[in-house]
């Protein structure tokens, strides 16, 4: 049998071995005692099997195979460092045919192991420009015990095994869940409040507004009107405060005003003050 490299790189003379009508050859060994699978590199090679019988009658086979020995997977699109509730695109490259999976390991409050895992088959169809790409769509809904999404910390890796059998994986990447919007107050401030606390009635044109919150938030009141909007990098330590500015002063006749006040946490997510319930205050 002789084995020869697409790209004439090597040829090797190896000789079979026949039992009865069955004929074998090892590949460790050639004519010059060389181990063919130590030797050669990955890639395609053809082969060609001669036989002779005893009265002179030969043929020939001719064949092709290919030897691959490693496999590889890369992440394009990682998850972010922390995600919501939504659902999240973790894409990357693989070769064509492999099963590639995603793992995500976590722990809840009381140190029991949340795991998830999602496969799928690289595409064998794909063109040119898109070949050996893959998808997830991760929905953190997931990632629960007892149907109960468990928010905190996470990490996630992708391994591959292609058709050869040849395994390999990413390394491991870490990421917060944070589905939830930490409940936070609104009120008038006690200094704007011009009688009891507890009574929102004020005699201030330009009332403050203050409350707490989740760090990073950003806060948007709404008033006669018209919306004020506190930036993140002051809600930093928790807490909001926006002054009704002096050119919007609220009318001076005595009257309810109906307010609003929304928060959208880092990740987008908001709540409305009580829910969506507006609350009064009385000049």
Do not use: C
């Not at 050859?25 to 090679?45: A, Q």
């Not at 002779?52 to 092709?64: C, F, H, M, Q, R």
């Not at 795991?115 to 990632?143: C, H, I, K, M, R």
């Not at 807490?239 to 928060?263: C, F, G, M, R």
């Amino acid at each position: 049998m002789t084995v020869t490299a697409k790209d004439g790189s090597y040829n090797s003379s190896y000789q079979t071995e026949t039992v009865g009508e069955l004929w074998s050859v090892d590949l460790t060994k050639n004519d010059s005692n060389t181990n063919l699978v130590n030797l050669l590199n990955s890639g395609e090679y053809d082969v060609s099997i001669q036989a002779k019988d005893v009265a002179g009658n030969s043929t020939e086979i001719n064949d092709t195979f290919i030897i691959d020995t490693s496999t590889s997977i890369d992440i394009v699109t990682p998850l972010d460092d922390k995600i919501n509730s939504n659902i999240h695109v973790i894409t990357g490259r693989a070769e064509e045919l492999a099963t590639v999976t995603l793992t995500i390991k976590g722990l809840d409050d009381s140190n029991k192991e949340i795991e998830y895992t999602q496969q799928l088959t690289v595409a064998a169809d794909a063109d040119a420009d898109n070949s050996g790409e893959w998808q997830f769509n991760l929905d953190p809904s997931q990632l629960s015990l007892s149907g109960e999404t468990i928010d905190g910390n996470y990490s996630y890796s992708i391994s591959s095994v292609d058709i050869a059998g040849n395994e390999t994986s990413t390394s491991s990447q870490n990421f917060v869940l944070d589905t939830q919007v930490i409940p936070f107050t609104a009120q008038l401030d006690n200094d704007s409040n011009s009688s009891a606390l507890d009574d929102v009635i004020t005699k201030d044109d330009t009332p403050t507004f203050s409350g707490t919150v989740e760090p990073e938030s950003t806060v948007a009141l709404t008033i006669n009107g018209k919306t004020y909007t506190l930036a993140a990098s002051d809600t930093s330590d928790g807490t909001w405060s926006i002054t009704i500015p002096d050119a919007d002063a609220l009318p001076s006749d005595n009257q309810t005003h109906i307010y609003t006040v929304k928060a959208t946490d880092p990740l987008g997510q908001w709540r409305p003050r009580f829910n969506g319930i507006q609350s009064a205050i009385q000049r």
